[in-house]
């Protein structure tokens, strides 16, 4: 029983920058890790990055955006961020928050975000 609520996407030029949220909100879950998709029309829903919610924090990016992409938590407020900085063309996409929990009442799950627009264009 987690709610994903994703904001921030909207046009941007190439070469400039966007930042997306995500809220998670619910009566009892723990984050294991929060992660950003994806999927273009006519391609494949790909991951883009992933940050665990230990504290280490650990990030992984899927090679086309690493350098430029960057995943963030504030584990108090259960909200990921990606900033995305430099965009260009092939970032346009629908970009889905999602999250792997444990829910007090569901057990280990998944739950996905309703997806944004992002769309790079001059």
């Known amino acids: 029983q987690v709610q994903l609520v994703e904001s921030g996407g909207g046009l941007v030029q190439p070469g400039g920058s966007l930042r997306l949220s995500c809220a998670a909100s619910?009566?009892?879950?723990?984050?294991?890790?929060m992660s950003w998709y994806r999927q273009a029309p006519g391609k494949q829903r790909e991951l883009v990055a992933t940050?665990?919610?230990?504290?280490?924090?650990?990030?992984n990016y899927a090679d086309s955006v690493k350098g430029r992409f960057t995943i963030s938590r504030e584990n108090a407020k259960n909200t990921v961020y990606l900033q995305m900085n430099s965009l260009k063309p092939e970032d346009t996409a629908v970009y889905y928050c999602?999250?792997?929990?444990?829910?007090?009442?569901?057990?280990?799950?998944?739950?996905w975000g309703q997806g944004t627009q992002v769309t790079v264009s001059s």
């Open positions: 619910g009566s009892c879950f723990s984050i294991n890790a």
């Open positions: 999602q999250t792997d929990v444990y829910d007090c009442a569901l057990g280990f799950r998944d739950y």
């Open positions: 940050v665990t919610s230990g504290g280490s924090g650990r990030t």
